[in-house]
T-cell receptor
């Protein structure tokens, strides 16, 4: 199947700093990528939908100024957690679908464990 | 809107036991249905899928049948192994809705 690469797999940062997480589709083009957050022993919470060349669509309750999403090309989306605080510590996962295939499966990155100290 | 309701866990079974994890859905249009598996510290991997009514998805001994009449997509395996211990997510997507909706996840622990 298609491969989605997420980087870094884990990061520790100081409170108040910003962290960027990259999500790349390695062997297909993705007009849309999705960013999820997962708390321990809980399900995935969709944070936002990242659209290539346009603004991201954020789910209700997600602060767009805190979680900046950029989808600069058909193979790369980035999530930047700005002014991170300990409550932002979580597991972040991205996913992508192949171009024009809304009903088929999504491919997931391996996730990024963010710890804010 | 689209949603998925999944059997709550955790589920603990002995090796070689039969597994069922229930999943029902609500959707407009004609959804595709999926089961994903997440091993500790990893992202999600597609386990199986079904794209239309009465389709059966299968992989690694797991099966699920797309039942439109009961809006269900229950996951089954006849004989689980310790290596099947993971969290299982039921999910759906529709052609006119680009995102994917997930159930709450069911944690399965298989004991030797």
């Amino acid at each position: 199947g298609a491969v989605v690469s997420q980087h870094p797999s884990w990061v520790i940062c100081k409170s108040g700093t910003s962290v960027k997480i990259e999500c790349r589709s390695l062997d297909f083009q993705a007009t849309t990528m999705f960013w999820y957050r997962q708390f321990p022993k809980q399900s995935l919470m969709l944070m936002a939908t990242s659209n290539e060349g346009s603004k991201a669509t954020y789910e209700q309750g997600v602060e767009k100024d805190k979680f900046l999403i950029n989808h600069a090309s058909l193979t790369l989306s980035t999530l930047t957690v700005t002014s991170a605080h300990p409550e932002d510590s979580s597991f972040y996962i991205c996913s992508a679908r192949a171009l024009g295939q809304g009903g088929t499966e999504a491919f997931f990155g391996q996730g990024t464990r963010l710890t804010v100290v | 809107g689209n949603s998925v309701t999944q059997m709550e866990g955790p589920v603990t079974l002995s090796e070689e036991a039969f597994l069922t994890i229930n999943c029902t859905y609500t959707a407009t249009g004609y959804p595709s249905l999926f089961w994903y598996v997440q091993y500790p510290g990893e992202g999600l991997q597609l386990l199986l899928k079904a794209t239309k009514a009465d389709d059966k998805g299968s992989n690694k001994g797991f099966e699920a049948t797309y039942r439109k009449e009961t809006t269900s997509f229950h996951l089954e395996k006849g004989s689980v192994q310790v290596s099947d211990s993971a969290v299982y997510f039921c999910a759906l997507s529709t052609d006119n809705n680009n995102d994917m909706r997930f159930g709450a996840g069911t944690r399965l622990t298989v004991k030797p």
